[in-house]
């Protein structure tokens, strides 16, 4: 009895790495729980003599999860193709400092924080095939090997080894992040909020890049801009727009994805959580504000 226990706590114990295996892949966290929860349901689903058989429990529910988030990934093409304006990635609070308590219940609980959920690359990681994000995000993220991969894809791992290849090709030639400190990302999303506050048009396109892009995400359910916006002067506008037909909107200053980002708060809901990349300038390259409240579920427990 006290094997057997300890076996399921062992099965059990993978959630939390199957969890972070599943958001990479997929970009969302109702998705991603979706997946982890199917393939706990298929482990249990086997027999107790098919169950002992099996060496490596951990490994078998990431083969399974990593082929649920291919055929997920091969059918969200097909839905985002419908869905109404921009979709972003799923934003992703820091559990540390919104002092979540993990129970196992809250996949954002489950969440590491590190620079491969940080939305710039999440974004990318959206250009990919299917097989190109389970083969990137799985070897070149999650360190597993080539063979391990193949079973899941259903490829050879040389095949696999060069869907890799093609998707750190995509990463390498996408627009990245520069290589700016912490505190001065941090310092250049402050002068954005206090910009922002004070409406002030003029200092928020000096903050901006002048070939800065923001793009939306509300999913047809609250309203925003369907496309992107270009330039940091259109940018500008469009953000003192915002504020001038939402009096009482507070902005905080949070984690987002682990990076510094805001969060724009009416009335105690949370309206937006906007993520930032910063060139090293110090100037704002890049704006992703996701605004679908069914996105926004795990934001809800801020305090």
């Not at 894809?153 to 390498?172: E, F, H, I, M």
């Not at 509300?218 to 940091?232: F, M």
């Not at 727009?241 to 009416?266: K, M, T, W």
Request: aromatic share 6%.
């Amino acid at each position: 009895m006290g094997a057997a226990g300890a076996g399921i706590d062992a099965v059990a114990g993978e959630r939390r790495q199957l969890i972070n295996v599943a958001y990479r892949l997929l970009g969302s966290l109702a998705e991603a729980e979706d997946a982890v929860q199917e393939a706990y349901a298929r482990w249990y689903a086997l027999p107790r003599s098919r169950r002992d058989e099996i060496l490596s429990p951990g490994g078998w529910l990431t083969t399974v999860t990593g082929r649920i988030c291919l055929d997920v990934l091969g059918s969200a093409r097909a839905r985002r193709e419908r869905y109404v304006g921009a979709w972003l990635p799923d934003p992703l609070p820091d559990r540390a400092e919104w002092g979540l308590v993990s129970e196992g219940g809250d996949p954002a609980d489950q969440m590491v924080l590190d620079e491969s959920v940080a939305m710039a690359l999440l974004v990318v990681l959206e250009s990919m095939t299917p097989a190109e994000r389970v083969a990137f995000v799985l070897h070149d993220v999650f360190r597993y090997p080539f063979a391990e991969i193949a079973a899941i894809l259903g490829r050879t791992p040389a095949a696999c080894k060069q869907l890799a290849a093609s998707a750190r090709r995509r990463v390498r030639d996408a627009p990245g992040p520069a290589a700016v400190a912490g505190d001065g990302r941090a310092e250049a999303v402050r002068r954005v909020k206090e910009a922002w506050e004070r409406k002030d048009i003029a200092a928020l396109i000096d903050l901006l890049d002048p070939a800065a892009v923001m793009t939306a995400d509300g999913g047809g359910l609250v309203g925003t801009v369907l496309r992107p916006i270009e330039g940091g002067a259109r940018i500008a506008q469009y953000m003192v727009a915002i504020a001038d037909r939402a009096p009482g909107l507070e902005l905080l200053e949070r984690s987002v994805n682990g990076a510094p980002g805001l969060v724009a708060r009416r009335g105690g809901t949370v309206m937006t959580v906007a993520s930032f990349d910063v060139d090293g300038d110090g100037r704002i390259t890049r704006i992703w504000a996701v605004r679908n409240p069914e996105k926004l579920r795990p934001w809800l427990r801020d305090g």
